[in-house]
C-alpha cells in the first residue's frame, strides 16, 4: 500500500469521527418529560406476558407496543390515574405492581402491621414475666458441669495436653462460680 | 459408563442416607453406643459417594456426552469449559445434585468437628441429617435424575441458558446452597435438643458456630445473586423483590433473627424455646424456597422448568419436615422458663425487638410473595405485589432493627442503664442526626430517605467505634495489641454491623441519587454525565465461543481527568439465538459507571443507556465486610476451646474472659 | 396450647401451597369479559381494499381467535378449528404483528380456519382486547359482548366443555 493510499485510508477513517467529536448524543425520545413520566409510571406496572419484570424493565415485543399506547394516552392528555385505569380495564389488577387498596387487599397491607403489633404483645408478656422472674444463675448450674464435664471428658480421650485440661477445670470454675 | 457410575452413586447415597436416618436414631434412643458409632462413618461414605456422582456429571458436561438427557439441554460444543463446569448445577436436575452434595458435605462436616459433643448428640444431629438426606436423594432419583440418557444421541446441545453464563453465576449457587443447606445442621441441632430435652445453654452453644457459617454463606450467596442481577441483566438493578430473591432473603432473615436469639440463650439460658422455633422455621423457609423455586406456583424470572409432581413431591418432603418438627415442637418444647430474669432495658430485651422486627419483616415478605397465591387458590382474582408493596412495608419494618444495631452491642445482660446509655451515645447521634439532616440539602434539596438511610449508617458507624473505645478504656499499654486481642466474637460482631451501615449507604444513595440517560449516539458523537464525558466510537463485530458480539467502544473521561473505555456488548447466541444485553461496568469506590447497548439505528449509531450509579459498590462491599464478620464470629475461640487443645499453649486467663464476661455476638 | 400454633399456620400455609400446583400463574382472567369488544375496523389479509369491523357483524354470535404466522401452535389449531366449530359460528381471525406479511401466502396455502382474518399490524388492537400470549380466542355475543376468553390453543376437550355449553346458551 503507498505511502499516499495510507494516509487517504487514514484519513477516511478518521474524518467522520473527528469531524463528529463534537456532536453530542440526542436523546432517544422527542419529548423527555413524557418519557420521564412514561418511565416513572411503567415501573409500577407489571409486564403482563413477561415472567415477573415491570413495563419499565422488559424489552418484550408487547411491553414496547404497551409503553408505546401509554404514549399515545399521555400525549391524548390523559392522566397517569387515567392511564392506569384504561390498563386495569383490558388486563386487570394483574396489571399493577402495586395493589390497589380494597377489601380483597386488606389482609395484604394491614398484615405487616399487624405482625409487628403481635411481635410486640408477645415481646412485652415476655418482659414483664422476665422481670418479676426470681433472680437466677445466668446459665442453669447443671448445664454448666455437663459442658466441663464434657469438655474434660473430650480431653481425656486425648491425652498428652495439659495445657487444656488446665483450661477446660479452670473454665468449669469460672463459670460455676 | 461414567453417567451409570453416578446414577449408582446416588442410588447407594440413598441407601447410605437411609441407615443413617435410622440406625443412629435408634441408638440413641436406647443409648447404644455400637449403633450411634455408625453415624459418622455413613455420613462420610455418603458424602464421598455423591461427590462421586457430581464429578460424574460433571465429566459428562466437560466432555460434551450429549446422551445424557442433561448435558444435551445445559451444554453446548462451543461452550467454554468454565461455563460447562457451571452448568453441572445450572439446571434444576443439576443444581438438586450439587444440593445433595453439599447436604452430605455438612454431614461429614459434623461428623469431622463434633468430638467434643457426646455421642447421643452427634448420632441425633447426624440421624436427622441422614433423613433430609433421603428426602432430596429420593426427589433426585425418582422425579429428577441428572443422569438420565437419550436416545438418539442429538448432534449437539441446546446450551446453557446465556443468563447464566456469567461469573456471577459460577459461585452464586454454591454459597447459596452451602447457606440453605447450612441451617440444616442447625435444625438438626434443634430436632436433637427436643428429642434429647435438652435446651440449655449447651446446645446453644454447640449449634452457634454452625448456625453463623451457614448465615455466612447465606449472606455471600445473597449478596452474589444481586451482583449478578445488577451485571447481566442490562439495566443495573440490583434487587427486584422477584419471588425467587425473596425465597433466599426470607431464611436470611430468619437466620439472622436466630443468631441473635442464639447469642441471648447460650450467654443467659433465655429463649430456647424461641431459638429452637426459630431453628426450625429458617431451615423451613429454606425448604420453603426451594419449593417455590422449582414447582411453578409462582412465576418469577429465576425460576427453573418446572413441573408439578416435581412440586407436590417436594410440598410432601416440606410437609413431612416442618410438620413433623413442628409436631415434636409443639410435643416436647420445655414448659418451663428456662434461664434468669432481666429488665425492661437490657441486653435480652433489646434482643428480643431485634427479633420482633425481624420476624415482622420476614412476615411482610412472606405474605407480599404468597398473597397472589393465596387469592387465586381462594378464586379471587390475579393480582401482582411487586417491588412498590415490598418497599412501602419492609423499609418502615428494618429501620428500627438499625437503630437498635447502635444500641444493642452497648448494652449490659440483665440490667442496661438507660439514662447513662443515653448519655454516652448523645453525641454520636447528634453528630449523626445533623449530618444526615445536612447532607442532602448540600446535593438536591432536602430529602427524607437520604436523611433517614444516612442517620442510620452513621449511628451504626459511630456506636461500632464507641463499642471499641469502651472495650479498650480500661485497658493500659499498646492500642493495636489491645484491639488484637479482643475476641474473634466481638470483631465479628462490629465488622457485620459496620458492613450493615456500608450496606445501607449504597442503598440509600443509589436509590436517590442515580442518573441515567437514553440516548442515540451516532459514531464520535459525545455525552455528559455526572461530570463524565463518553465519546461514542462505534460497534464492531466480534465473534466469541458460542455468540457472535456486536462490541461497542465507549470512551470516558473522568471529572478527574482519567480516561478508560468500555466494551458493552449485543450478544447473539449461537445455539439457542438468544439476544443477550451485556453491560459494561467500570468500578469505582464511589460510583459505578454502566454502559448498556440498546438497538442499532443505521449509519453506525445505536441507542445507548448510560448509568452513573454513586456507592453502588458499598452495597456489596457491605455484604462482604457482613460475611467477613460472620466468618470471625464463627471462629471465636471459645467454639474451639477443646479442639485447640494441642497447638496453642497461650496464656489462660484471656481467653477465660472472652468466655465468661465478653463473648458476644 | 400455645405451642401448637406453628403448626397450624404452616398446616394453612402448607393447604394453600398444595392448591397452589394446580393453579396456573401466568392465566390471568380477563376483565374484559361482560364488556362490550373494542370496536376496529382493520384491513383483511390476503383481501386487498377490504377491512373488517366488529360492528358488522352485530347481531351474531361470534369468535375472535387472536394468532400470529410464527406461532406453530396457532397452525396446529387452525388445523382443528373447523373441524370443532363445524360451521355453527363464524370465527374471525386477528393477525398479530405480521411484519413479515407472512399471513397471506400461509393462509392460502393451509387454508384459512376464518371468515376473514384482519390484520392487525402494529399490534394496538390486541392491546385493547389485552392479548396476552397466542392463541386466544373470545366469544361475543349478539349484543357485541364479551362473554368468554380463552388462552391458549382450543383442543376438542376444551371445545365440547368450555365452549359448546355457552354457544349454545348465547344461540338459543
Known amino acids: 500500500m503507498s505511502c499516499r493510499l495510507r494516509l487517504l485510508v487514514l484519513a477516511v477513517f478518521l474524518l467522520p469521527v473527528l469531524g463528529a467529536a463534537s456532536l453530542p448524543a440526542t436523546p432517544n425520545t422527542d419529548d423527555p418529560a413524557l418519557e420521564a413520566r412514561l418511565n416513572h409510571l411503567a415501573e409500577d406496572l407489571r409486564c403482563v406476558v413477561c415472567q415477573n419484570e415491570s413495563l419499565a424493565e422488559s424489552r418484550a415485543s408487547l411491553a414496547l407496543d404497551l409503553r408505546e399506547e401509554i404514549r399515545e394516552m399521555m400525549r391524548a392528555g390523559l392522566t397517569d390515574d387515567a392511564v392506569v385505569e384504561s390498563l386495569v380495564a383490558r388486563y386487570g389488577d394483574f396489571v399493577l405492581y402495586r395493589p390497589p387498596v380494597k377489601p380483597l387487599t386488606y389482609v395484604l397491607w394491614g398484615g405487616p402491621l399487624a405482625f409487628l403489633l403481635i411481635g410486640i404483645a408477645l415481646a412485652l408478656a415476655t418482659l414483664h414475666r422476665r422481670r418479676t422472674l426470681r433472680p437466677q444463675a445466668d446459665v442453669s448450674p447443671e448445664a454448666l458441669r455437663e459442658a466441663a464435664r464434657l469438655l474434660r471428658s473430650d480431653h481425656s480421650r486425648h491425652p498428652g495436653s495439659p495445657i487444656a485440661s488446665g483450661t477446660a477445670s479452670r473454665l468449669s470454675h469460672q463459670e460455676e462460680r | ?665 | 396450647m400455645r405451642r401448637w400454633i406453628p403448626l397450624l399456620v404452616f398446616a394453612v400455609l402448607g393447604v394453600f401451597l398444595y392448591l397452589g400446583l394446580y393453579l396456573n400463574p401466568k392465566e390471568v382472567p380477563s376483565p374484559l369479559v361482560g364488556r362490550p369488544a373494542p370496536d376496529f375496523t382493520l384491513p383483511v389479509v390476503g383481501r386487498p381494499g377490504e377491512t373488517f369491523s366488529p360492528s358488522e357483524v352485530r347481531g351474531d354470535v361470534w369468535l375472535l381467535n387472536i394468532w400470529a404466522p410464527w406461532c406453530s401452535v396457532c397452525l396446529e389449531e387452525h388445523r382443528h378449528l373447523p373441524r370443532m366449530v363445524g360451521g355453527r359460528v363464524p370465527v374471525y381471525g386477528l393477525t398479530w404483528k405480521d411484519l413479515d406479511r407472512e399471513a397471506a401466502p400461509l393462509l392460502a396455502r393451509n387454508g384459512s380456519p376464518y371468515v376473514a382474518a384482519v390484520d392487525d399490524h402494529d399490534g394496538r388492537v390486541a392491546i385493547r382486547y389485552g392479548v396476552t400470549v397466542t392463541p386466544e380466542t373470545f366469544v361475543i355475543d349478539r349484543d357485541g359482548m364479551i362473554r368468554m376468553k380463552h388462552v391458549g390453543p382450543i383442543t376438542p376437550v376444551i371445545w365440547k366443555s368450555k365452549f359448546e355449553p355457552l354457544l349454545r346458551e348465547l344461540q338459543l
Open chain 2, 1 to 665: 459408563m461414567i453417567p451409570e457410575l453416578g446414577q449408582f452413586a446416588i442410588a447407594l447415597a440413598l441407601a447410605l442416607a437411609l441407615m443413617q436416618g435410622s440406625i443412629p436414631l435408634v441408638g440413641a434412643h436406647r443409648g447404644d453406643s455400637r449403633l450411634m458409632a455408625l453415624a459418622k462413618p455413613l455420613a462420610q461414605a455418603q458424602f464421598a459417594l455423591l461427590v462421586l456422582a457430581f464429578a460424574a456429571l460433571a465429566w459428562s458436561f466437560l466432555t460434551h456426552d450429549f446422551s445424557v438427557k442433561n448435558v444435551a439441554q445445559n451444554s453446548f460444543s462451543q461452550l467454554p469449559a468454565v461455563y460447562r463446569f457451571t452448568a453441572t448445577w445450572g439446571s434444576h436436575e443439576g443444581s438438586l445434585l450439587l444440593w445433595t452434595v453439599i447436604l452430605a458435605g455438612w454431614s461429614a462436616a459434623v461428623a469431622v468437628f463434633s468430638r467434643q459433643l457426646p455421642e447421643e448428640m452427634v448420632a441425633r444431629v447426624l440421624g436427622v441429617m441422614g433423613l433430609i438426606s433421603v428426602g432430596f436423594l429420593a426427589l433426585l432419583l425418582l422425579t429428577s435424575s441428572p443422569f438420565e440418557r437419550l436416545f438418539p444421541i442429538p448432534a449437539d446441545g441446546r446450551d446453557l441458558n446465556p443468563l447464566l453464563q456469567d461469573l456471577g453465576m459460577v459461585s452464586h449457587p454454591p454459597l447459596l446452597y452451602m447457606g440453605y443447606v447450612g441451617f440444616s445442621v442447625a435444625f438438626a441441632f434443634a430436632i436433637a435438643a427436643l428429642l434429647s430435652g435438652r435446651l440449655d445453654a449447651a446446645w446453644a452453644r454447640w449449634s452457634r458456630p454452625w448456625t453463623t457459617t451457614a448465615w455466612t454463606f447465606l449472606t455471600l450467596g445473597v449478596g452474589l445473586g444481586s451482583w449478578w442481577a445488577y451485571r447481566e441483566l442490562g439495566w443495573g438493578g440490583w434487587w427486584f423483590w422477584d419471588p425467587t430473591e425473596n425465597a433466599s432473603l426470607m431464611p436470611w432473615l430468619a437466620g439472622t433473627a436466630l443468631i441473635h436469639a442464639l447469642a441471648a440463650t447460650e450467654k443467659r439460658g433465655v429463649f430456647g424455646n424461641w431459638s429452637v422455633l426459630l431453628a426450625i422455621a429458617t431451615f423451613s423457609l429454606s425448604l420453603l424456597g426451594t419449593f417455590l423455586v422449582r414447582s411453578g406456583v409462582l412465576s418469577s424470572v429465576h425460576a427453573f422448568a418446572t413441573d408439578p409432581t416435581r412440586g407436590l413431591f417436594i410440598l410432601i418432603f416440606l410437609g413431612l419436615v416442618v410438620g413433623g418438627s413442628l409436631t415434636l415442637y409443639a410435643l416436647r418444647a420445655p414448659r418451663m422458663m428456662g434461664g434468669g430474669s432481666f429488665g425492661w432495658f437490657s441486653r435480652e430485651s433489646l434482643l428480643l425487638a431485634n427479633n420482633v422486627f425481624l420476624i415482622a419483616a420476614l412476615g411482610a415478605v412472606l405474605l407480599g410473595t404468597l398473597y397472589p397465591l393465596f387469592l387465586d387458590a381462594l378464586g379471587l382474582g390475579k393480582i401482582s405485589v411487586g417491588p412498590p408493596y415490598f418497599n412501602a412495608v419492609f423499609v418502615p419494618l428494618v429501620a428500627p432493627v438499625l437503630f437498635l444495631v447502635g444500641v444493642g452491642p452497648l448494652a449490659r445482660w440483665k440490667q442496661a442503664d438507660l439514662p447513662d446509655l443515653m448519655w454516652r451515645l448523645k453525641g454520636a447521634f447528634a453528630v449523626a442526626l445533623v449530618t444526615a439532616a445536612l447532607l442532602p440539602l448540600t446535593l438536591d434539596g432536602m430529602n427524607l430517605q437520604v436523611t433517614l438511610g444516612v442517620f442510620l449508617a452513621l449511628w451504626i458507624l459511630f456506636t461500632v467505634l464507641k463499642g471499641f473505645a469502651l472495650r479498650l478504656q480500661h485497658h493500659r499499654g499498646s492500642r493495636v495489641r489491645q484491639l488484637a486481642r479482643l475476641p474473634r466474637a466481638f470483631w465479628g460482631m462490629q465488622l457485620a454491623h459496620a458492613g450493615l451501615a456500608l450496606l445501607v449507604v449504597g442503598v440509600t444513595i443509589v436509590s436517590n441519587y442515580e442518573t441515567e440517560r437514553d440516548v442515540r449516539m451516532p459514531i464520535g458523537s459525545h455525552l455528559e454525565l455526572a461530570g463524565h464525558r463518553f465519546v461514542f466510537q462505534g460497534v464492531e463485530e466480534l465473534p466469541g465461543p458460542n455468540y457472535l458480539a456486536g462490541r461497542g467502544t465507549m470512551d470516558v473521561t473522568t471529572p478527574w481527568g482519567r480516561s478508560f473505555t468500555l466494551y458493552p456488548e449485543k450478544r447473539n447466541y449461537n445455539a439457542s439465538g438468544m439476544i443477550m444485553t451485556q453491560a459494561a461496568v467500570n468500578y469505582g469506590p464511589f460510583r459505578d459507571v454502566y454502559v448498556s447497548l440498546g438497538d442499532p439505528l443505521g449509519d453506525g449509531a445505536w441507542t445507548v443507556r448510560v448509568y452513573h450509579k454513586p456507592f453502588v459498590g458499598w452495597l456489596w462491599a457491605g455484604t462482604l465486610l457482613l460475611a467477613l464478620g460472620g466468618g470471625l464470629a464463627a471462629a471465636d475461640r471459645r467454639y474451639r476451646v477443646a479442639l485447640r487443645r494441642r497447638s496453642d499453649p497461650a496464656p489462660a486467663p484471656e481467653p477465660l474472659r472472652s468466655i465468661t464476661r465478653e463473648g458476644v455476638a
